[in-house]
């Protein structure tokens, strides 16, 4: 923890001082924002008593100030620590970084931040459901990177990014003190929206990750694809995932969703997943999710496939 506080501080400090040359030609602004997601869900699995939860699913402060040019980020999420049943910093999801743009096209992130893998959203508020899927989880996408990603916009659709961090999700180059090298390309029209990334990390030999999300918007209708595949050296299979994604706006107020969720990781298991259900928008603060999911666990020793079912009632307070 203290090796943590001192990199933020470090941070935090490197921010500032990379700030203050356009603070004093640009205008800036210090924001601190938010978002509390609490729930109650209702749930099932396969030969076990059914469950009942009032719970605080997610939560976090974010601290950002911004110039015409940089930017310094602090997100500080809270989550539930299972071995206490208590809440607590979720530092596996905290993020502290600053970055820098050019005029010609050319930025720069320098701390800890989000993958750039994936369509979901990281924080609860920012996904269509009350949980994100399990896809990501299960074939092993990192959550985080501590390091460097520089990127240049090949105009207004297109751009180029290029990481080099730490271990994923850690915050040292752990097993053989190798940096995560990472590749992404990115395309967003009206028309359609492309992701394509990749990295390769150290443990005991070479691990790679493969990244694909293509979606379109139609009128109302919002459609998204995710695959992604992960080799791990340890590991005799790889790990592969699919994830369909669709949401559909009924009014300003009202929307709804449909998800549907396939993983694989080598001979040991797969899940198919699907999950449903309407959101409801109070006001520009206030969000009420409501949905239905089920997951299907096939494990490849032959046991019993294990199913289970979740009702949920979310609301999302974000500022």
């Known amino acids: 923890m203290k090796k ?90 905290a993020q502290a970084y600053f970055e820098y743009k050019y005029d010609f096209g050319m930025r720069w992130r320098l701390g800890q931040f989000d993958a750039p893998f994936g369509f979901e959203a990281t924080d609860s508020h920012g996904i269509l459901f009350s949980r994100a899927a399990n896809m990501g989880t299960n074939v092993g996408l990192p959550g985080h990177f501590t390091g460097l990603m520089a990127g240049y916009d090949l105009g207004t659709e297109m751009a180029i990014n290029v990481m080099v961090s730490n271990s994923p999700n850690k915050l040292s180059m752990t097993n053989e003190k190798k940096p995560t090298l990472g590749l ?13 990334g990749t990295a390769m990390y150290r443990t005991t030999g070479n691990n790679y990750l493969f990244d694909v999300v293509v979606g379109t918007t139609l009128g109302d209708l919002a459609l998204d694809l995710q695959w992604d595949y992960v080799k791990q050296a340890l590991v005799s299979d790889a790990a592969m995932g699919f994830l369909l994604n669709g949401g559909y706006t009924i009014t300003d107020m009202i929307s709804a969703g449909l998800r549907g969720e396939y993983s694989m990781k080598g001979v040991v298991y797969s899940q198919f997943g699907v999950t449903a259900g309407p959101q ?28 289970s079912h979740a009702a949920t009632l979310a609301g999302v307070y974000k500022i």
Do not use: C
């Not at 921010?15 to 210090?30: C, I, N, Y």
């Not at 928008?281 to 199913?307: E, I, L, Q, R, W």
């Open 4 to 93: 943590l506080q001192v990199q933020l501080a470090g941070f935090i400090a490197l921010g500032m001082l990379a700030s203050v040359g356009a603070q004093a030609a640009d205008e800036s602004a210090f924001n601190v924002s938010g978002f509390i997601d609490a729930q109650y869900q209702f749930s099932k699995t396969s030969n076990v008593d059914a469950t009942h939860n009032i719970q605080l699913n997610d939560a976090a402060l974010y601290f950002n100030h911004n110039t015409a040019n940089s930017k310094i980020l602090i997100d500080l999420p809270f989550a539930p620590d299972t071995a206490t049943d208590q809440w607590s910093l979720g530092m596996n999801k």
């Open 184 to 196: 992404q390309y990115t395309f967003n029209s009206q028309m359609l929206r492309l992701a394509l």
């Open 280 to 307: 409801f928008k109070m006001n520009k603060n206030v969000t009420v999710k409501v949905d239905y999911s089920m997951y299907s666990t096939k494990a490849f020793d032959g046991a019993d496939s294990v199913t």
